[in-house]
């Protein structure tokens, strides 16, 4: 994130690879609008009154506007030639603002994110008063107890 | 007996706390410092007694024998070793010349005054709305435990930073830090559970999940 940059943050409490959020997310990534910083997602497991919770928030940059151009021709096309166009790339390129090629591009965007979801672990949260800690769960057991005598 | 009541009847027992005597060794106050000194030797045993279960029967003598030997010993001798990280040595002697302490009775002697001490132990609840805080840049750096409550004591009391430190107990010292954050409006509940108790059952949840169930 960048000094006096404008954050959209998106929260929900469904794991992200469960969560309807995230094909909204890859949906408007697919039609232009991008990620605030390079970890845009903070995914957390803590206990509120005594059963887990979990805090998906992604931080999607909320200067960025995008512009949808109604610019293709009706047209009546088979499956055949669906499939032709969803899975040819350069067509795609060529027809950045065809229908097929969004959902190309949503597709794609999907896939990628639910591929790095599948790599990641929500991070631990424990609370102490107004403090708080993300714990990895990997972490060694001495960043654990460092983090530990960090919260008092 | 309700629990409100429990609570007001540790908190009242707190008020005799003073300086106790073990085995024939007098011993100061378990106190702000003390805590502060258990922290920097890692004693496991007071700072999360409710573990004291998992702790190695070899361990619990030596935390046992290091609490005996800081509110025992000498508070310059203690202060020095700790300082200069030579405390084994001392504590050694001690060590030797003590070795019939008899660990049950230390410990339940723990358990006592970490009774005394959950109880009095309170956490801030942030008020709804806007303040200050809401405002304050995310890298503002907050002072320690121990110089943050003898400071608000000094100041609405005036005792001494040594008698807040070494002689006040520690149980009567959150009593009276409770009432500075009470008279400051601040509103004050019940603390969550110990922090390692959080992980461990944040790590059994997590177990649970693999990407596999996760996934829709």
């Given at each position: 994130m960048k000094e006096g940059q404008k954050v959209q943050f998106v929260r929900d409490h469904e794991a992200p690879l469960k969560s309807s959020t995230t094909p909204m997310v890859a949906a408007g990534l697919a039609s232009g609008f991008a990620f605030?910083?390079?970890?845009?997602l903070l995914d957390t497991l803590e206990e509120v009154d005594g059963a887990p919770q979990r805090t998906a928030t992604w931080s999607l940059d909320g200067g960025i506007t995008v512009t949808f151009r109604p610019a293709f021709k009706e047209e009546t096309i088979e499956f055949a030639e669906f499939r032709r166009r969803f899975e040819s790339l350069e067509w795609c390129g060529a027809n950045p603002d065809h229908p097929i090629a969004y959902l190309r591009a949503f597709s794609d965007k999907l896939s990628s994110l639910r591929n790095e979801l599948r790599a990641m672990k929500p991070l631990l949260l424990v609370r102490r008063g107004r403090r708080f800690a993300l714990i990895p769960q990997d972490a060694a057991p001495e960043t654990k107890a460092r983090i530990l005598s960090e919260l008092g | 007996m309700n629990p409100q009541d429990a609570r007001m009847q540790l908190l009242e027992a707190a008020i005799a706390e003073g300086p106790g005597e073990l085995f024939g060794l007098k011993l100061r106050p378990v106190s702000l410092g003390t805590l502060n000194l258990c922290r920097r030797l890692g004693l496991s045993l007071v700072?999360?007694?409710?573990?004291?279960?998992?702790?190695s029967e070899t361990e619990r003598q030596r935390q046992v024998m290091l609490f005996v030997w800081m509110h025992s010993a000498p508070l310059t001798e203690v202060l020095g070793a700790v300082r200069d990280g030579s405390w084994d040595t001392p504590f050694g002697a001690f060590a030797e010349s003590s070795s019939e302490l008899i660990v049950p009775e230390v410990i339940a002697e723990i358990r006592r005054v970490s009774q005394l001490v959950d109880a009095a132990l309170v956490e801030v609840l942030p008020k709804p709305g806007r303040s200050s805080d809401d405002e304050a840049p995310g890298d503002i750096l907050e002072p320690g435990f121990t110089a943050s409550l003898v400071f608000t004591l000094a100041r609405e009391t005036s005792w001494s930073e040594s008698f807040l430190l070494w002689q006040l107990p520690l149980a009567r010292a959150l009593q009276y830090y409770h009432c500075a954050l009470r008279a400051s409006l601040a509103w004050t509940v019940k603390p969550g559970p110990p922090v390692q108790a959080q992980i461990n059952k944040l790590e059994q949840w997590a177990a649970a999940l693999t990407p596999d169930e996760d996934d829709e």
């Open positions: 605030a910083g390079e970890k845009p | 700072l999360h007694h409710e573990q004291a279960g998992l702790i």
